[in-house]
């Protein structure tokens, strides 16, 4: 994560829907019993992607000014193709809109063939110690003009289901 930041700390700015890139490499460390890249370590791997882009979109600065934090509070994702150990691959990483309490990240990842390994969509949500801070304060702290496009409706479905799915779960 610091070799992450320490390379984008000076990376030109990205509009909150600009794709930020970045390389990467299976290690040992990431990899599972099938000797492939492990499925929750590739959730891990994803804030390799979210933290440098919030760190070029302005978010950064905004969170350390205003004692902010950040969540996670939902992801799908989509696992189609195996990573090997030292299999390099690129993750794309862009910001696909907003609502009134959490921000919507697409990320994939690519393998050097041409082939997407795996795409996911976080929910995240700037924190404070109240909860959350509403998107719309959190576009004026970073001093944005970003456009809120409306979500993809395959997002929109998604985020439907979710809000049928019963919390909390059934023991």
């Not at 609502?99 to 995240?124: L, M, P, S």
């Not at 001093?143 to 019963?166: I, T």
Request: with cysteine.
């Amino acid at each position: 994560m610091m070799k992450e930041i320490i390379k984008n700390r000076k990376a030109p700015p990205l509009a909150f829907d600009e794709v930020h890139v970045s390389h990467h490499r299976v290690w040992l460390s990431d990899i599972d019993q099938f000797i492939e890249l492990n499925n929750g370590r590739t959730l891990m791997l994803y804030d390799l992607g979210r933290v440098p882009m919030g760190l070029r979109v302005g978010l950064s600065g905004a969170m350390r000014a205003n004692c902010w934090g950040m969540a996670v509070a939902g992801a799908c994702v989509r696992y189609r193709r195996r990573l090997r150990p030292f299999e390099k691959f690129e993750m794309r990483t862009r910001g696909l809109g907003w609502d009134e309490r959490f921000f919507y990240i697409d990320q994939q990842i690519w393998k050097q063939d041409g082939e997407c390994a795996n795409h996911a969509v976080f929910r995240t949500a700037v924190t404070d110690r109240n909860g959350i801070v509403p998107t719309a304060k959190v576009i004026a702290a970073i001093d944005s003009n970003a456009e809120n496009k409306p979500l993809p409706d395959w997002v929109q479905d998604w985020l439907e289901a979710e809000d049928n799915r019963p919390w909390p779960p059934q023991r």
